[in-house]
């Protein structure tokens, strides 16, 4: 008889994918703490430009990098936000199960995407 498929994943399995999780939140926290620090920093340099013209080139400067740092911001806080629902779905019994198929996500794929619901089939049909 063929091999029976999986349902699940083993509690050490869970344990597994529970600590990368964890491990990946924690760099990713102080990553946005880093990132919101240096957002909320004032700017203190160029209070004495000698040039109205450079301190409009600043200016325009400042604003554009805090719009990216602002945009990379809200990217980190959804894979915060993503990591956390991962480490519910393992508290729950639904973590590593395609939302899609219904199939096991392959170890692989979770450990390069712990916080995925989409097996790659699902997820390359869904584009």
Known sequence: MGKEEKLGYSPSELKEFEDLI??????????LNILKSTLS???EEGTDATSAYVKVLEDGADTA?????SQLAARQQK???????????IKNGTYGICVDTGKLIPKERL?????????????????
């Open 22 to 31: 964890l491990k990946k939140l924690e760099k990713a926290r102080n990553e």
């Open 41 to 43: 920093k004032d700017n």
């Open 65 to 69: 990098e805090k719009e990216n740092l």
């Open 79 to 89: 894979f915060i936000n993503n990591l956390e629902k991962a480490l519910i779905r």
């Open 111 to 127: 450990r390069a995407v712990p916080h995925t619901m989409h097996c790659i089939e699902a997820k390359l049909n869904r584009n």
